[in-house]
């Protein structure tokens, strides 16, 4: 029988602990979540107090970590103006502390004395600045350093097929934090894919946010692909199938863009708008021609009709009265 030291029992008693170890992360909670979680944080992969990182600053040490090339540095000007930071303190743990750390300011009275506390910190620095970050890509400022990176494909490019490597722009699902993970918007095909690299998985989407990727394209329509996409469309045999089939395309309409609108000439735009004006002040003057000449004539007729009913009134009045003679004439006698 083999010893605890062999190592075919070494083996064998690896081999137990990584089958453990799979049944556990399969059976988590966190498995089948948007957003990943784990053991390891961002801050293991480089740590913030390294010789190389020492002469850096949080924020671009911070967006330096592998896995944040999403992000862009926010100038400390942005984060020192408290109405940027409108509604984050209620949001975010330990929030002077953490904005602190992310303006590199150090307060020996506030320092922390034990090492879950500084972990708590710099989960809520991490936190913070992801909140912060989804409200500067939203300024001129931040649209710019974004549409660098997209011009750069920095964020990479869409995976659908008939996109053709279309760049993509990050963004959100919700704007809350800790509810999924980042994702990546196409503007070709107007969707939304899970990034391909799993250490974009631990990226929260409410650092980046809804508005962002519709905003962005608004403020930069030449970014937007000119050339129109062209929809998969199923065959069996070379015949396309029916839409109406189970197996049918569905809804390609979605995948195309509206045709543009036509470009009108201005100038024959003021001729025609000047040549309408024109006749409708003609039509007017027409009219009140046309009224003119008509006015007396109807005032007459309307003269005449009310003569003649007003003596024909006074006709019947004349023969009511004697009628009431002649009747008042017979009684008496």
């Known amino acids: 029988m083999a010893g605890p030291d062999h190592p075919a029992a070494a083996a064998a008693t690896a081999t137990h602990h ?10 988590s909670p966190d498995a089948h979540s948007g957003l990943e979680h784990s053991d390891e944080s961002d801050f293991d992969d480089e740590p913030y107090a390294s010789d190389e990182s020492a002469s850096l600053t949080w924020i671009s040490w911070f967006c330096s970590l592998k896995g944040h090339e999403y992000f862009c540095e ?28 992310i303006l590199d300011i150090e307060d020996d009275a506030n320092e ?13 620095a991490e936190i913070l600045y992801g909140l912060i970050h989804a409200r500067y890509i ?3 400022q931040g649209l710019d350093q974004m549409a660098d990176k997209y011009e750069n494909a920095d964020f990479g490019t869409c995976p659908r097929v008939c996109c053709a490597g279309s760049p993509v722009v990050p963004c959100g699902r919700v704007d809350l934090p800790e509810r ?3 994702k990546l918007f196409c503007p070709s095909c107007s969707d939304i894919y899970a990034p391909p690299s799993t250490r974009y998985h631990k990226i929260d989407g409410a650092y980046f946010g809804t508005t962002f990727p519709h905003m962005f394209f608004q403020t930069f329509p030449a970014l937007v692909p000119d050339e129109p996409i062209s929809p998969y469309t199923p065959r069996i045999y070379g015949f396309a199938i029916s839409e ?20 009108h000439d201005d100038d024959g735009d003021d001729g025609d708008a000047a040549a309408h004006s024109s006749d409708d002040q003609s039509f007017v003057e027409a009219d009140d021609g046309a009224a003119d000449e008509l006015l007396p004539a109807a005032t007459a007729t309307a003269t ?8 024909e009134s006074m006709d019947v009045g004349t023969d009511r009265r004697r009628d009431y003679s002649s009747s008042a004439a017979a009684a008496a006698a």
């Open 138 to 140: 939203l300024t001129r």
């Open 180 to 182: 999924d993970s980042v």
């Open 244 to 263: 109406r089939s189970r197996a049918g395309p569905r809804m390609q309409w979605l995948r195309m863009l509206p045709d543009p609108l036509p470009d």
């Open 74 to 101: 926010v100038p400390d000007s942005f984060i020192e103006d408290e109405f940027n930071l409108t509604g984050l303190s209620q949001s975010v743990n330990y929030y002077v502390e953490a904005l602190d750390t």
């Open 18 to 27: 990584a089958a453990d170890h799979a049944d556990h992360a399969l059976h």
């Open 112 to 124: 922390p004395q034990f090492p879950e506390e500084i972990e708590a910190i710099d989960s809520s």
């Open 304 to 311: 005449a009709t009310g003569d003649d009913a007003l003596t």
